[in-house]
């Protein structure tokens, strides 16, 4: 009888870690793509400033600070329940960023401090490209009284959740936790020596972001068989309303949709995410059916607090 309780018992013991593994293992590999803003330097307020989250069970992974950064990443956080934990303000802790452009740094300093303010108790980790580690100097000096006086004054303020490990970056392996890896690349914004691609690997999904970008050689091979590839782009149509000088810069620096549906058909992404979209008055249905006469793949026009 004894034996006979002892088996039971082992088998109940045996039952619930094989269980308890199981839940951990699935939230291990619950790879979500949140699009905070999908924005350009024009003030549309239907769309905020470019930045996303890859989110991996408990933690959040951000690309790009565009201005909204922190609230977009909030309001996710109470609309979504299941994102709840790695989007509030407070957890937002490791963050990736393409390029230096203002349109994607804005939101920068509320990164770094509305985190903290709110009791992140950590240094942000970010890792980008040279002319980071001075852009995040002259943010803390330029808040230095605000710090100052938080972690001075009557406010009971951290002394940890201001700070920022930079890490600048080149090409290849950038990091790697038990959760995921992330590999930079780079990519071609008109005479910028340091922008980035970066292709993020989980358990369960594959995630090239391009930044902003004209066609890419290291981008397709970065993104082929790729499970999303969320890649900027601007109409055709429109750009063929632009003027000399306008057409000038955005041929040299940013992607059409008919170079992106030729993109597209190289790299073969299970979905296509369009991102950081110019329309200059094409409406969503024409930027879309300008790629999808020349790609018949699964594409999605990106909106903001859209999940994948």
């Known amino acids: 009888m004894i034996k006979i309780k002892h088996i039971i018992l082992a088998f109940i013991y045996l039952s619930v870690n094989f269980f308890s593994f199981n839940i951990s293992s699935s939230e291990k590999q619950d790879t979500q793509l949140i699009l905070l803003g999908t924005g350009t330097p024009n003030a549309d307020p239907e769309r905020s400033g470019p930045a996303l989250a890859i989110v991996v069970g408990h933690q959040s992974y951000l690309v790009d600070f565009g201005p909204g950064i922190v609230r977009q990443a909030a309001k996710a956080s109470r609309e979504l329940d299941d994102l709840s934990k790695p989007l509030k303000p407070m957890n937002l802790r490791i963050a990736f960023l393409t390029h230096l452009h203002s349109d994607h740094t804005a939101g920068y300093p509320d990164l770094i401090l509305t985190p903290w303010v709110l009791e992140r108790d950590q240094p942000l980790k970010v890792f980008g490209p040279k002319g980071l580690k001075n852009m995040t100097d002259n943010i803390l000096k330029a808040y230095t009284d605000d710090i100052n006086y938080r972690i001075d004054g009557l406010e009971p303020a951290n002394t940890q959740g201001w ?75 429109g750009f063929n309303r632009r003027t000399n000088v306008w057409k000038q810069y955005h041929s040299t620096h940013h992607t059409s949709t008919v170079e992106l549906a030729s993109i597209a058909n190289q790299a073969q992404p299970d979905l296509l995410i369009l991102n950081h979209i110019l329309f200059w008055g094409s409406s969503e249905d024409e930027l879309l059916g300008e790629i999808k006469e020349l790609y018949n793949g699964k594409v999605s026009l990106g909106s903001d607090l859209n999940i994948y």
């Open 163 to 237: 700070r920022v490990d930079v890490t600048e970056i080149d090409e290849g392996l950038i990091y790697q936790d038990e959760l995921i890896k992330v590999s930079a690349f780079k990519v071609n914004h008109g005479t910028w020596d340091n922008a980035f691609g970066y292709k993020f690997e989980t358990d369960d999904k594959t995630i090239v972001v391009s930044g902003d970008t004209s066609p890419s050689k290291k981008l397709i091979e970065a993104s082929k068989n790729a499970d999303i590839l969320v890649h900027e782009v601007y109409s055709q149509d």
